[in-house]
């Protein structure tokens, strides 16, 4: 069974950091791309970032470029994100999610599945 | 602003059949096969139902289905069951430099 765990989420100060983790298991990691999707509260999905099955391909919403970084180990089976300089706009719950393909644009077509989630809140 | 506009909310009566309906462009919905659609439930996470506009993954009900004409595409519940009560979002692969884009979502209520 595909499973996949987030952790990381807490409260942070704006322009404060935060790494959040993805644990997965359930199939060959590296061969698929990984998406981080977030959802503000009461709000709708927005895509983040995704990163290709090997690594070496990275993506961003322009409302996180710059801010965020996507990452992975293979080794570890787990996806990663480092958001820095946050805002109050970045609070939100975070999933990530498995994509259909390894690399490409197309990559990210759709999810499934989907983490638990993570709760993220930037406050002061 | 969300890129793809979907209506807020749809009811419909135990049985009915409903359609949800997702409306982008010529740069996403339009231009590409590329349209999926989630249910969530409350306090859970999104769960895919439809992929590539038309195909249901493994153990998803024949009661959904989806379909697209120009930049509107549209998700069709039949036979509503009280458990289909949940928000719906669409979503679609985009030639802008956003890559993924999401609906609003839609709130269906099963009265």
């Known amino acids: 069974e595909v499973q996949l765990v987030e952790s990381g989420g807490g409260l942070v100060q704006p322009g404060g950091s935060l790494r959040l983790s993805c644990a997965a298991s359930g199939f060959t990691f590296s061969n698929y791309a990984m998406s981080w999707v977030r959802q503000a509260p009461g709000k709708g999905l927005e895509w983040v970032s995704g990163?290709?099955?090997?690594?070496?391909?990275?993506y961003y919403a322009d409302s996180v470029k710059g801010r965020f970084t996507i990452s992975r180990d293979n080794s570890k089976n787990t996806l990663f994100v480092q958001m820095n300089s946050l805002r109050a706009e970045d609070t939100a719950v975070y999933y990530c999610?498995?994509?259909?393909?390894?690399?490409?644009?197309?990559?990210?077509?759709?999810?499934?599945?989907w983490g638990q989630g993570t709760l993220v809140t930037v406050s002061s | 602003q969300s890129a793809l506009t979907q209506p807020a909310s749809v009811s419909g009566s135990p049985g009915q059949s409903i359609t949800i309906s997702c409306t982008g462009t010529?740069?996403?919905?339009?231009?590409?096969?590329?349209v999926s659609w989630y249910q969530q439930h409350p306090g859970k996470a999104p769960k895919l139902m439809i992929y590539d506009v038309t195909n249901r993954p493994s153990g998803i009900s024949n009661r959904f289905s989806g379909s697209k004409s120009g930049n509107t595409a549209s998700l069709t519940i039949s036979g509503l069951q009280a458990e289909d009560e949940a928000d719906y979002y669409c979503?679609?692969?985009?030639?802008?430099?956003?890559?993924?884009?999401f609906g609003g979502g839609t709130k269906l209520t099963v009265l």
């Open positions: 979503s679609s692969y985009t030639s802008s430099s956003t890559y993924v884009v």
């Open positions: 999610a498995k994509n259909p393909y390894t690399s490409g644009r197309g990559a990210f077509n759709w999810f499934d599945p």
């Open positions: 010529s740069s996403d919905v339009g231009a590409y096969n590329y």
């Open positions: 990163i290709s099955g090997g690594g070496g391909s990275t």
